[in-house]
């Protein structure tokens, strides 16, 4: 038998225990609120000219809480050929379409490999414009001014590797 101040600060570990797993349960649930499934993604350019991709890997998924979307991309190439291809590098399919918000970008992270930038480019990013289900990818690199990632970038007859996730409002 507890008693006195023994006894309080047993019914206070006690309930801050089960408070603390209450909270951990209500995190778990609303979790399991969300919109969650999958995509497709499909590696492209603007111009897709005579590109031709096959995949060893493609996987795309999505969760969604109200208007917030959180999309992944995992895209590895076995084959990845173009000579007529023009434009800015692409990942089209998305489920969902961002909202329309004049001038706004949504960024995300990417991995990537397979891809010859010129000059001093060594980071890229996934963009989404406002309105627009295209994931662009955005090339940086020290006193370099950004720019899109484009065919030029990207070998043909090599293998491209392009994981991702990009946050977005719908």
Do not use: C
Request: charged fraction near 15%.
């Amino acid at each position: 038998n507890r008693t006195g101040d023994a006894a309080k600060d047993y019914d206070n570990l006690a309930k801050a225990l089960t408070d603390h797993f209450n909270a951990l349960e209500s995190k778990n649930a609303l979790d399991n609120l969300g919109e969650r499934g999958v995509w497709t993604p499909t590696l492209t350019f603007a111009t897709p000219g005579d590109l031709n991709v096959v995949y060893s890997t493609l996987v795309g998924d999505y969760i969604r809480h109200g208007r917030r979307v959180i999309a992944s991309f995992r895209i590895v190439t076995s084959t990845f050929t173009h000579t007529t291809a023009a434009g800015d590098l692409q990942v089209t399919g998305l489920p969902l379409v961002p909202a329309t918000d004049t001038g706004f970008i949504w960024t995300g992270t990417s991995t990537w490999g397979g891809f010859t930038f010129a000059a001093a480019y060594t980071q890229m990013n996934s963009a989404l414009q406002s309105g627009s289900s295209i994931i662009l990818f955005s090339k940086s690199g020290t006193a370099l001014a950004a720019a899109n990632a484009t065919f030029a970038d990207m070998p043909t007859g090599g293998t491209v590797v392009l994981r991702g996730t990009i946050a977005y409002r719908v």
